[in-house]
């Protein structure tokens, strides 16, 4: 299995409950290492961009103003299959359906606030990663 990266994001309900470290322990133990990460207060027009493709969901409006509500950590985590690694621990987009032993069935608050993103395909993952890091903040 190759090694490839994916993008995550430590979402404003799970800095705000100061799960930042809790969440990225459990990143790390499903065999993923952070290899860049910063705390970022987001803006609406960085949210609303990220996720454009969203954007005639009825939900969007509200995931913006969650997704500005406070800090986030934006990440780019590395490790063999990365991406469906990190959708595995992350769990169901819903936490009432996520796994036992997920990050949102752990700490989930809500559908929306649902603690943190990660990239869906290394397509867009490598598309994400370019929204948030430069090359250089990058360090394998
Ligand atoms: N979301 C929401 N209501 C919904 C579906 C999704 O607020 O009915 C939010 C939630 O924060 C989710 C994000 O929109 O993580 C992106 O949705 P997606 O379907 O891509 O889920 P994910 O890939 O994050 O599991």
Do not use: C, W
Not at 7 to 18: E, G, H, L, M, V
Not at 94 to 110: C, H, L, M, Q, V
């Amino acid at each position: 299995m190759a090694v490839t990266r994916t993008f995550s994001i430590i979402k404003p309900d799970a800095t705000r409950r100061n799960l930042t470290g809790a969440v990225t322990k459990m990143l790390e133990e499903a065999g993923l290492r952070v290899v860049a990460s910063k705390r970022i207060q987001m803006s609406k027009e960085q949210a609303e961009g990220f996720y454009e493709v969203h954007k005639e969901r009825p939900f969007f409006n509200d995931l913006v103003s969650f997704m500005v509500s406070g800090p986030v950590v934006v990440q780019v985590l590395e490790g063999e299959d990365a991406v469906k690694r990190n959708r595995d621990v992350m769990g169901a987009t819903n936490p009432a359906d996520a796994a036992e032993g997920t990050i949102r069935k752990s700490y989930a608050e809500s559908i929306e606030a649902n603690s943190v993103h990660g990239s869906d395909s290394d397509e867009n993952a490598a598309i994400e990663i370019a929204y948030f890091f430069k090359p250089e903040e990058i360090v394998g």
